[in-house]
Structure formats: structure tokens, C-alpha cells
Nanobody, 123 residues
């Protein structure tokens, strides 16, 4: 069975930090690139950051220097450390995993998705 389950979202003041976690089934995480996307109601889901099985990371320009993805392959868990949070970071954050080839920045590349966790940053 394949599953991804995010946790760690919540309400934080601007400038604060949060760490998201995504617990994945072995089938979802094994040898796969995993990523974080986010979505604001009424807008398209957008790429935030990714980390390959071997630890190669990529970031959206909007989060470079503030967010850092990481993973623990032994625990099948993906993380997103978010620092210096801004009100514009408010969104539902989704964990995703890809067993396909393709652009890591595109939703279509990912075949497994979590249900999302809400992050709200107050000004």
C-alpha cells in the first residue's frame, strides 16, 4: 500500500520557524525523488523544494535561503525546515513522491501525494 502523511503544520508568526514531516510507505519513498508543493485556495499548486534519494536538493526561488528539505531514507520520512517565514508562505503544503522521469518542478511528474497540512503565517 502506498501512502504519504504530512504533519507539523500550524500557525506561526512572521519570522518564525516550522518543520514539516512526511511519513511515507516504503514503496512511495524507495529510490524516489520526494518533494514539497504548496497551494493557496484558488491558485495552482506550486513547487517548493525537492530532495532526491541521494540527497540532491532543488528549491523554488521564493524559498531559497529560508527552506531546506531533507530526508531520512531509513525511516522513509521527508522533512521541510522552514525558517524566516513570511505571510506569503501561508498555504496547504503537500508531500509528493515520484517514481517517474520528468521535471521535478512539475506536478505531473509525481505519482504519489499526501493529503496536505496547513501552514498559516501571521503578520
Amino acid at each position: 500500500q502506498v501512502h504519504l502523511a504530512e504533519s507539523g503544520g500550524g500557525l506561526v508568526q512572521a519570522g518564525g520557524s516550522l518543520k514539516l514531516s512526511c511519513a511515507a510507505s516504503e514503496r512511495a519513498s524507495n529510490r524516489n525523488t520526494m518533494a514539497w508543493f504548496r497551494q493557496v485556495t484558488g491558485k495552482e499548486r506550486e513547487f517548493v523544494a525537492s530532495v532526491s534519494w541521494y540527497g540532491l536538493t532543488n528549491y523554488a526561488d521564493s524559498v531559497k535561503g529560508r527552506f531546506a528539505p531533507s530526508r531520512d531514507n531509513a525511516k522513509n520520512t521527508l522533512y521541510l525546515q522552514m525558517n524566516s517565514l513570511k505571510p506569503e508562505d501561508t498555504a496547504v503544503y503537500y508531500c509528493a513522491a515520484s517514481s517517474r522521469s520528468g521535471s521535478i518542478f512539475q506536478m505531473a511528474t509525481y505519482d504519489y501525494w499526501g493529503q496536505g497540512t496547513q501552514v498559516t503565517v501571521s503578520s
